[in-house]
């Protein structure tokens, strides 16, 4: 009878016959604690985190961390460090402030390479030890050995920002829309690009502000061409991830292609009624009778080049089927791939 990987934990208070009269003693995380004694067994309800194992032994991580100089110490060096807060991760622990039913689990110590899991004034506090060029550093070597094995002929990236909202106590963070609370509030700013075809994160920004937001694409660009020595060929993006500006700096660089989505209002809507019937064609799918139409857009201040609109809908229902249009520009193949 095959055991599960991963089981839920039980609710409620244990039984009497289980209850414990003393309390067990909770150890102090320390990776020269750790006994690795032939045969010794351990149980866990977790015991699927350790398919993970052979990946971070391909990639070497050890030899990432160091080199990106992470912190540590002789108790908890850096790579168990990073490994431990990797391990909350892989459990989808989202609050490190609930933890502590972890810290008597010493095959999940065992898996960081502790005798057990650091406690959770660790956790929280190890991340401000940190400092953005560490970040990065590991960020450049993670993906450079990620590439080969999941996105060897990466091209193509979605690009978006995300906040991450503050619910503690007043704060000097600034404000940004959370879609899921529909207001503008105290919140850190994150940046994300993930690969188009196998949807890994291969890039993320935690560290910026309102200010600096505009520049973030140009950073990953950046970013990219260092560690693959090309840059992104297309890059898939909302309107107001960057400014037309910053837009033609891309277009100058000739070899990267762009697309982004325009929220579709009452004037579009009236611009594309306007429209000819020559302009659309048949939309290629055959479960939508869409029809999709480009044209030019004017130009745009601060951007160099031409822009054209794809927008595809039903004329039947005023193209008011969609919620909005692709833009692209004007130098592109008609096709993108």
Not at 115 to 135: G, V
Request: hydrophobic share 35%; with cysteine; glycine share 4%.
């Amino acid at each position: 009878m095959s055991c599960p990987l991963f089981t839920r934990s039980l609710r409620g208070r244990p039984a009497a016959e289980e209850a414990c009269d003393e309390a067990p003693e909770i150890q102090v995380a320390d990776a020269r604690a750790l006994s690795l004694e032939t045969g010794r067994r351990l149980i866990t309800r977790h015991a699927g985190i350790y398919l993970f194992l052979p990946l971070l032994a391909q990639l070497r991580f050890d030899r990432l961390v160091t080199k990106a100089d992470y912190p540590g110490s002789k108790m908890v060096p850096a790579a168990n460090a990073l490994i431990s807060l990797l391990t909350l991760k892989l459990l989808d622990k989202e609050r490190l402030s609930h933890i502590d039913d972890f810290n008597c689990d010493e095959a999940l110590g065992l898996f960081a390479g502790l005798n057990i899991l650091p406690k959770k004034s660790f956790a929280t506090d190890y991340s401000y030890r940190t400092t953005r060029s560490q970040q990065l550093e590991l960020l450049k070597g993670w993906v450079k050995q990620l590439s080969p094995l999941l996105f060897p002929e990466a091209n193509s990236f979605s690009l978006d920002f995300h906040p991450i909202g503050h619910r503690g106590e007043e704060t000097d963070l600034e404000n940004h829309y959370q879609p899921r609370r529909g207001k503008a509030g105290p919140s850190v700013l994150t940046f994300f690009a993930m690969e188009q075809k196998s949807r890994v994160f291969c890039y993320a920004n935690a560290n910026l502000t309102r200010a600096q937001q505009s520049g973030e694409i140009l950073r990953f660009i950046d970013f990219w061409r260092e560690l693959m020595g090309q840059n992104p060929q297309w890059l898939y993006f909302d309107s107001k991830l960057t400014t037309y500006a910053e837009l033609s700096h891309i277009t100058k660089r000739k070899d990267i292609y762009f697309v982004t989505i325009r929220r579709r209002g009452s004037s579009i809507v009236r611009r594309l009624l306007a429209l000819p019937e020559s302009c659309s064609r048949p939309s290629s799918d055959r479960h939508s009778p869409a029809t999709t139409s480009t044209h030019p857009l004017p130009r745009r201040t601060g951007y160099v080049a031409r822009l054209r609109r794809r927008s595809s809908s039903d004329r039947r229902q005023g193209f008011r089927s969609r919620a909005a249009d692709i833009v692209l520009d004007e130098s592109l193949p008609s096709q993108p791939s």
